[in-house]
């Protein structure tokens, strides 16, 4: 570093009066100093930190653990179960039994039919090991821990508010089923929620297809028409197909920060 004791003098002879000059460029530290604290007031916008919050729970009111990068999932399984069709599926407690009554039905006849104690008791543990790794029963066991009417109410008073644990639930299982046999959602990385949404319900429409039901996924259901035209021959050709999301391209060209992204591209 060299200092230049005549700095004002040198400046003048450019024009430049030092004396009138005034900061505007900021350090690293203040820059980082200005960033904490911008996160950290809309952190606390966020937290509504300083608010006197009641603490709630019941039914539809159960949370579900992250556990470790599953925040897509949570999200979207929590906004399915928030549908009317998905709460009626999955989430009543009398479908949900006659469905694991399905499951277990005919075990009452093997025995008449010749099967030994043994054989019958071995077919019991089979169907049960088979309901436990189907997604179906699995929606419908994380439904009825989201929705049961038997969750403990909000408390009425400031002393059972305070007392009150948190209320959620970890979806340990339906991650394991769910992600089987996937290339991605069967490992522990970060997943797109948007992808993950169409995964699985292509996998409630297979388990329920497998069921004998309808899947509730079929409210998300639309038909998309093509039109291509052949520019030499004028000729057009539509086809027809069933899609769950309708993605919209944007034009780079009608992006509000193409210079920026440009600028960011040259470096």
Known sequence: MVEDPKLAQHLSHFGINMMNMEKTE???TELEIELNERVGNEWDIIQESGKSLKPLRGPGLV???NMGNTCYMN????VLYTIPEFQDRYC????CKALFVKKLATLANLESSGWSDTMVSNEIQKRVSDASSDFTIQLCKLGLAMYSPEIIQTGNSAHENKEMTSCSVTPRTMKRIVGKGHVEFSTNRQQDAHEFLLHVLSVIERGEHKNGGISPGEIFRFMVEDRIECQASKQVRYTKRSDYALALPIPLEAATNK???EEYQAV
């Open 26 to 28: 900021q350090t690293m």
């Open 63 to 65: 949370g579900l653990d």
């Open 75 to 78: 999200s979207v399984m929590q």
């Open 92 to 95: 009543m407690e009398g479908k």
């Open 259 to 261: 210079a920026a992204v």
